[in-house]
């Protein structure tokens, strides 16, 4: 069971919806996954374990529940993919609507498409940042063109994209990326300097940005339970790094975490994809005080 009071399990003045800054939309979906299911539980696992979580943040000297945090209620679905995505979008577009930043908690990594598109759409000078294990660039799988593996081919459709930690796909999705855009696993590992694969990534951002954190793109060593782990991934350290410089150097308009796959015995994976989330949060009210971007009021729904 959820705790009570959402994310945190915070008191009501922490969240209040009427000066709350912060959203986290569960979507416990898990229908186009293709090996280890289970990812449903995801957004229920870690919010459980976010009860366990400290407040107060050591490296940023951050408490960001005290800006507000509600957790909405889940996001029900069934059906496919596509027809999510309208219910994701919709229900970000309603937290920017409130003057809320919106986190997408998935769930496995489709439930990232429409928060994606309903970003593009309304924010100009966006890049769509990409942390993964799988460059997720497939046209269609297994008869959709929304499933789990096709996430950054739809991204791309709509925003410039930027893919880290990449370190597996098939033969076919490698001749249509852009090189310069992707900075692969076996790169950041074989980075002497330890900081040039984050210049980068810094480099290629615009002035906003939508963080789409699929939590496979930890090693498993530092994070097992994930559908489909692939091993040679990030440290928490390296995660961490990277999203700071991120935040630092760009408005993040947005940010999903999914792909938590809960396993009995593995709660360390749910606290750490809880920190890895409330973390964010401390960079961002570390390094910027979240104001409402404007929109692009033409392509407003």
């Given at each position: 069971?959820?705790?009570?009071?959402?994310?945190?399990?915070?008191?009501?003045?922490?969240?209040?919806?009427?000066t709350a800054?912060?959203?986290?939309?569960p979507?416990?979906?898990?229908?186009?996954?293709?090996?280890?299911?289970?990812?449903?539980?995801?957004?229920?696992?870690?919010?459980?374990?976010?009860?366990?979580?400290?407040?107060y943040?050591?490296?940023?000297?951050?408490?960001?529940?005290?800006e507000?945090?509600?957790?909405?209620?889940?996001?029900?679905?069934?059906?496919?993919?596509?027809?999510?995505?309208?219910?994701?979008?919709?229900?970000?577009?309603?937290?920017?609507?409130?003057?809320?930043?919106?986190i997408?908690?998935?769930?496995?990594?489709?439930?990232?498409?429409?928060?994606?598109?309903?970003?593009?759409?309304?924010?100009?000078?966006?890049?769509?940042?990409?942390?993964?294990?799988?460059?997720?660039?497939?046209?269609?799988?297994?008869?959709?063109?929304?499933?789990?593996?096709?996430?950054?081919?739809?991204?791309?459709?709509?925003?410039?994209?930027?893919?880290?930690?990449?370190?597996?796909?098939?033969?076919?999705?490698?001749?249509?990326?852009?090189?310069?855009?992707v900075?692969?696993?076996?790169?950041?590992?074989?980075?002497?300097?330890?900081?040039?694969?984050?210049?980068?990534?810094?480099?290629?951002?615009?002035?906003?940005?939508?963080i789409?954190?699929?939590?496979?793109?930890?090693?498993?060593?530092?994070?097992?339970?994930?559908?489909?782990?692939?091993?040679?991934?990030?440290?928490?350290?390296?995660?961490?790094?990277?999203?700071?410089?991120?935040?630092?150097?760009?408005?993040?308009v947005?940010?999903?975490?999914?792909?938590?796959?809960?396993?009995?015995?593995?709660?360390?994976?749910?606290?750490?994809?809880a920190?890895?989330?409330?973390?964010?949060?401390?960079?961002?009210?570390?390094?910027?005080?979240?104001?409402?971007?404007?929109?692009?009021t033409?392509?407003?729904?």
């Amino acid at each position: 069971m959820t705790t009570p009071h959402g994310f945190l399990d915070l008191p009501p003045e922490y969240r209040d919806p009427a000066t709350a800054r912060f959203a986290i939309i569960p979507v416990p979906y898990d229908a186009t996954s293709s090996w280890h299911k289970g990812a449903d539980a995801g957004p229920n696992a870690l919010i459980r374990a976010s009860a366990a979580l400290e407040w107060y943040d050591i490296e940023t000297d951050a408490s960001p529940c005290e800006e507000g945090i509600i957790t909405t209620k889940p996001i029900a679905h069934e059906g496919s993919p596509d027809a999510l995505a309208g219910k994701v979008r919709t229900a970000v577009i309603e937290q920017w609507g409130a003057n809320r930043l919106p986190i997408v908690l998935g769930g496995e990594h489709s439930v990232s498409i429409g928060a994606i598109q309903a970003a593009a759409d309304r924010f100009d000078d966006i890049t769509i940042l990409q942390i993964d294990a799988h460059a997720d660039t497939r046209e269609s799988y297994e008869g959709s063109p929304c499933n789990h593996a096709c996430v950054m081919a739809r991204a791309r459709e709509v925003a410039p994209i930027i893919q880290v930690g990449i370190r597996s796909m098939e033969a076919d999705e490698r001749t249509a990326l852009d090189d310069t855009r992707v900075i692969y696993a076996h790169d950041i590992h074989a980075d002497t300097t330890g900081t040039h694969w984050i210049d980068r990534v810094v480099s290629l951002l615009t002035d906003r940005v939508y963080i789409t954190i699929d939590l496979d793109a930890l090693d498993p060593a530092a994070l097992p339970a994930t559908g489909t782990p692939e091993p040679g991934g990030l440290s928490w350290t390296q995660i961490n790094k990277l999203l700071e410089a991120v935040v630092k150097h760009t408005e993040a308009v947005g940010f999903d975490v999914v792909e938590l796959c809960p396993r009995e015995g593995m709660h360390a994976s749910d606290f750490t994809a809880a920190k890895l989330l409330y973390r964010v949060l401390s960079l961002i009210v570390h390094y910027r005080s979240y104001a409402q971007a404007a929109p692009r009021t033409q392509n407003l729904p």
